[in-house]
C-alpha cells in the first residue's frame, strides 16, 4: 500500500538520508585504491554471470543472480592481497536472524532468513558524528493517520520472545560483529520477487533486525541511547539493479516517538549494466544490437567494493 | 524400352554429371578424368572411410571454436556415460583405460625445492615454485647452520624470483575458523536425509578456499586475475576403441565406443593463464592397464542425448584454462559405508577415480576450446590439478594431459599418454569438540597451499 520504506521508518524509529554516507563515498572517490583496474575485472565478471556461464543458450535469474553475487564478492575477498586485515571476515549464508522491540506498546518481532550475512572480527566505526546524532532529536517520524502504522504485518501470537543472532551463532565466535546482509531476489517469475521499494524496507528491517540484537548482547536489554552506536550495512540485488543502505542504530529506546532516532543512508536503484545480450538482435540481415553487456556502470561496482572495504580500509 | 530410356535420361540441358563443360578446354598435360575415389553413399568400408575423411576435413577447416564443437558433437548416437563419483569396484583401472592415463602415486616434484622446509622461528615457510637455479644454488650449498639466515637474506633480497613467505600459523587459523564456523558456531537445522554433505562439508570446502585463495592472491598474481565457479558443469565427449553395433536397424556395424562425462565440481578456479607442464610432452612414466572387457560390465550404461564439451564457461571467456577443481564426495560414498561392506580397498579407489575421470574431462575440454581435437592433437600439455575431500579426509590429484588422439583410428599409432599424479587420502583434522579443532594435520594444508600457490613461471 504504502511505500515500504516510509513505514519501516516509523517502526524502526529511523531517519532516511538519501545517498550514500561521506564515509563510504570517501572510499568510493579514493584514488590510492587502484579501482580503476577492477573495472575491467567487473566487466568481465558480468559477462560471465550473465553471458557465459551455461550450456544454454542463456541463464536463468535463478542462476545468474546468486553467480554474479559470488563473482562480485570473489573480486573484492581478492583485495585481501592487498589489504591482510579484509580476511577477518566470514561469510555466513541461510542465516536465521530475531529481534523484538515495542513501539509505542505495539509489539513487533523481525524473524527469518535474512540471505547471506557477512561478519567481521572488528565493528564498523560509526558514520555519523555526535550532532547529526543529536540533531535526530528534533526529526519526527511521519505517521501515517488515520492508518495504523501496522498495516500489512502479519498479526502472531508470540511465546517465545527470541532476542539475539547468539541464536544464528554461539557465544564465542570470534567474527562476532555483523558487517553486512546480502539479498538476492533471484526469483525467475517477476511477481515472485520484491519490488526495489519492498526490497529497501526489508532491508531496512533486517538491517535493524541484526543491529539490535548485537546491542541487546552488547549493553543488555534495557532501552537507551547507545553510547557507541552500531552500523550494519545491506546490499540488495535482483541481478541488475542494486539497493545500497547504511544503518546506524543510535537508541534502543524505541518504544516512545521523541528522542534520539537512528539513521539509515540508502542509495537506491543503481545499475549495473543496461542491458546484457546473449544472442544478437538481427532485424532484416542488420545486428541491431550487438552480443554483450551494454551500459555497464562502473560507480555501482565501486560502491559495493566501497561498503565491502568499510570499516578496514 | 532401354533406348527410349536413355534418349530422356540424355536430354540436353540436363546434366547430371559434374565434370562436363561443353566448349572448355581440357588442360593440357593434366588429368583427363576425375579422380576415382570411394562412393559417399555405399555401405563399404571405403565409403565409410571417404565419409569420415569428409567429416574430418569440415571439422578442421572450421572458422570458429565453437563451430568446432558443434560439428565434433553433432551426431548422436547411444553413448556410455562415465560417473566421476562411483560405487564401481577397482573403477580406476576401468577410467584409465578408456581415458589412457598413467597413474603415478605422489605428488611431482616442483621445480628444486619438493618440499621446502618449515622455517623454526616463527612457523614461516617458504612458498615452493622453481626459482632461478642460480638464485638457489648458493643457498642450497650453503652450511646448514646459516641456509635459513641465508633464505632469509634471499627472500627478503627482493630479486626477481624471490619468493614471500606464507604464514602458515594465519593460514591455519583462517581454516580452523572456517570449520569451526560451519560445524560449532552457527546454528543450523538438522541434516536432512543423506544430505549430510550439503550440511556442513560442503559450505566449510567453499569458506575455506575463498578465504584462502583471497589471502594467498597477494603471493600469486594467477589468483588475482582467477575466475572462481560454485558448483559449476564440466562435460566432455570422445571416442576410444570400438565395437560392433548388437541390435537395431544399424546391426552388424563397427561403430566407436562414445564416452561422455558429466561432473559437477563443487567448487573451481579457472585462470587466463596455462599451467606449467610437469613433464615434457612425450614423457612415458608408466603403463596403460588394457581391459578386454566391454565398458559395461563396469557396470557403464549407455544413453544418447546432447554431446557437450564444456569447462565451465564458454569459449568467450578469458579464464580458459583450469587452475584447481574441488569434488565433494557424496552421502553414498561415505567411508563408512564402505568399511560396512568390507570393502576398505575401494576407498581410495574412489578417490582415485574421481580425479582422473574429473580432470581428464576438465583438461580434454580446455584442449578443446584451444582449437585441439582428436585429429588434431595437442601441441603443449594441459595441466590441471584437483582435491576430492569427503570434508575430513583429503586427496590432492594433478593431472597433465599429453594427447587428445584416443579415437580408434588415430590411438594406434599414437605413443602419448596422459599422467596424473595422485596422493592418498589423509585427514585435515582428528575432531571438532567444544570449539576447538583436535589433530590439525598441518601437511594437508601446506599441500593445498602449495596447490593454490601454482602458476606459470613467468608470473
Known amino acids: ?18 545517498g550514500l554516507p561521506p564515509a563510504v563515498q570517501g572510499i568510493v572517490d579514493n584514488p590510492a585504491l587502484g579501482l580503476q583496474e577492477l573495472e575491467e575485472r567487473a566487466r568481465h565478471v558480468v559477462s560471465h554471470a550473465r553471458l557465459w556461464d551455461t550450456t544454454e543458450v542463456a541463464p536463468r535469474r535463478e542462476k545468474y543472480c546468486p553467480v554474479l553475487f559470488e563473482n562480485l564478492i570473489h573480486i573484492c575477498r581478492l583485495m585481501s592481497g592487498k589489504y591482510p586485515a579484509l580476511s577477518k571476515r566470514m561469510l555466513a549464508r541461510n542465516c536465521r536472524i530475531a529481534a523484538t522491540w515495542e513501539r509505542e506498546s505495539i509489539l513487533l518481532q523481525v524473524r527469518g532468513l535474512s540471505g547471506v550475512l557477512m561478519n567481521s572480527m572488528t565493528p564498523i566505526p560509526p558514520v555519523a558524528s555526535k550532532e547529526e546524532i543529536l540533531a535526530t532529536k528534533e526529526h519526527v517520524l511521519e505517521t501515517f493517520y ?12 508470540v511465546y517465545k520472545e ?16 555483523p558487517h553486512t546482509l546480502f539479498f538476492l531476489e533471484s526469483a525467475n517469475v517477476r511477481t515472485d520477487r520484491f519490488r526495489p521499494e519492498q526490497l529497501r524496507a526489508k532491508m531496512l528491517m533486517f538491517a535493524f533486525g541484526n543491529a539490535l540484537a548485537k546491542a541487546r548482547v552488547l549493553h543488555g536489554n534495557d532501552p537507551k541511547v547507545l553510547e557507541q552506536p552500531i552500523v550494519v550495512q545491506s546490499i540488495g540485488t535482483d541481478g541488475q539493479l542494486f539497493q545500497f543502505m ?3 542504530l543510535n537508541t534502543t529506546d524505541l518504544v516512545s516517538n521523541d528522542g534520539v532516532k537512528n539513521l539509515v543512508w540508502i542509495d537506491s536503484d543503481q545499475n549495473l549494466y543496461e542491458r546484457a545480450q546473449c544472442v544478437p538482435e538481427v532485424k532484416k540481415g542488420v545486428v541491431m544490437k550487438p552480443a554483450g553487456i551494454s551500459g555497464f556502470q562502473p560507480d555501482t561496482f565501486k560502491k559495493f567494493l566501497a561498503l565491502y572495504l568499510h570499516g578496514t580500509v | 524400352m532401354a533406348a527410349l530410356g536413355a534418349w530422356r535420361v540424355l536430354r540436353p540441358g540436363r546434366r547430371w554429371f559434374s565434370e562436363t563443360v561443353p566448349g572448355a578446354p581440357s588442360p593440357p598435360g593434366g588429368p583427363l578424368y576425375p579422380p576415382v575415389v570411394a562412393s559417399i553413399t555405399a555401405k ?9 575423411q569428409r567429416f574430418n576435413q569440415r571439422v578442421h577447416a572450421a572458422a570458429t571454436v565453437e563451430e568446432k564443437l558443434r560439428l565434433y558433437g553433432k551426431l548422436q548416437r547411444p553413448k556410455y556415460t562415465v560417473y566421476p563419483q562411483t560405487f564401481a569396484l577397482n573403477a580406476d583401472r576401468w577410467y584409465r583405460s578408456f581415458t589412457r592415463t598413467v597413474l603415478v602415486p605422489g605428488m611431482p616434484p616442483r621445480g628444486t625445492a619438493a618440499k621446502p622446509p618449515v622455517g623454526a622461528a616463527g612457523a614461516t615457510l617458504e612458498a615452493g615454485r622453481a626459482p632461478e637455479p642460480g638464485a638457489e644454488a648458493p643457498a642450497a650449498a650453503e652450511a646448514p647452520g646459516d641456509a635459513e639466515a641465508s633464505r632469509d637474506a634471499e627472500a627478503s633480497g627482493a630479486a626477481a624470483g624471490a619468493v614471500p613467505y606464507v604464514d602458515i600459523g594465519e593460514l591455519r587459523s583462517l581454516a580452523c575458523d572456517a570449520l569451526l564456523q560451519e560445524s560449532f558456531y552457527q546454528n543450523k537445522k538438522r541434516p536432512f536425509l543423506y544430505r549430510d554433505q550439503d550440511h556442513t562439508p560442503g559450505p566449510f570446502l567453499t569458506q575455506l578456499v575463498s578465504t584462502l585463495a583471497a589471502s594467498l592472491s597477494g603471493r600469486n598474481p594467477l589468483l588475482a586475475a582467477s575466475s572462481l565457479d560454485l558448483s559449476p558443469e564440466v562435460n566432455y565427449y570422445w571416442h576410444h576403441g570400438e565395437e560392433v553395433v548388437v541390435h537395431g536397424h544399424r546391426k552388424g556395424r563397427v561403430d566407436p565406443v562414445r564416452f561422455q562425462i558429466d561432473d559437477n565440481p563443487h567448487l573451481q578456479i579457472r585462470v587466463p593463464k596455462q599451467l606449467p607442464e610437469v613433464v615434457p610432452l612425450e614423457s612415458d612414466l608408466g603403463d596403460v592397464p588394457v581391459i578386454d572387457h566391454k565398458p559395461s560390465k563396469l557396470p557403464l550404461f549407455k544413453k544418447q542425448y546432447e554431446n557437450k564439451v564444456f569447462i565451465g564457461s564458454k569459449v568467450a571467456d578469458p579464464c580458459c584454462y583450469g587452475h584447481t577443481q574441488f569434488h565433494l564426495l557424496p552421502d553414498r560414498l561415505k567411508r563408512e559405508r564402505f568399511i560396512r561392506d568390507r570393502l576398505e580397498d575401494q576407498i581410495e579407489v574412489v578417490y582415485r577415480s574421481n ?9 580434454a575440454a580446455q584442449a578443446m576450446y584451444q582449437g585441439f581435437w582428436s585429429e588434431a592433437d595437442v601441441t603443449r600439455p ?11 579426509y583429503f586427496a590432492f590429484f594433478c593431472y597433465q594431459l599429453n594427447t587428445l588422439a584416443l579415437s580408434a583410428e588415430t590411438v594406434r599409432n599414437n605413443p602419448r599418454k596422459n599422467i596424473c599424479w595422485g596422493t592418498d587420502s589423509k585427514p585435515l583434522y582428528d575432531i571438532v569438540e567444544d570449539g576447538n579443532v583436535k589433530g590439525f594435520n598441518d601437511e594437508v594444508l601446506i599441500q593445498l597451499v602449495h596447490f593454490l600457490l601454482n602458476r606459470p613461471k613467468e608470473l
Do not use: M
Open chain 1, 246 to 248: 547504511v544503518f546506524q
Open chain 1, 1 to 18: 500500500v504504502f511505500p515500504g520504506v516510509r513505514q519501516a521508518q516509523w517502526l524502526t524509529k529511523t531517519k532516511l538520508v538519501e
Open chain 1, 146 to 157: 488515520p492508518i495504523a502504522p501496522t498495516i500489512d504485518l502479519q498479526e502472531v501470537n
Open chain 2, 355 to 363: 580425479g582422473i575421470a574429473s580432470l581428464f574431462a576438465w583438461t
Open chain 1, 162 to 177: 527470541l532476542n539475539d543472532t547468539g541464536q544464528c551463532f554461539r557465544d564465542g565466535y570470534p567474527y562476532s560483529h
Open chain 2, 382 to 392: 594441459f595441466v590441471s590439478q584437483a582435491v576430492v575431500t569427503d570434508g575430513k
Open chain 2, 44 to 52: 563399404s568400408k571405403a565409403a565409410k572411410s571417404r565419409r569420415l
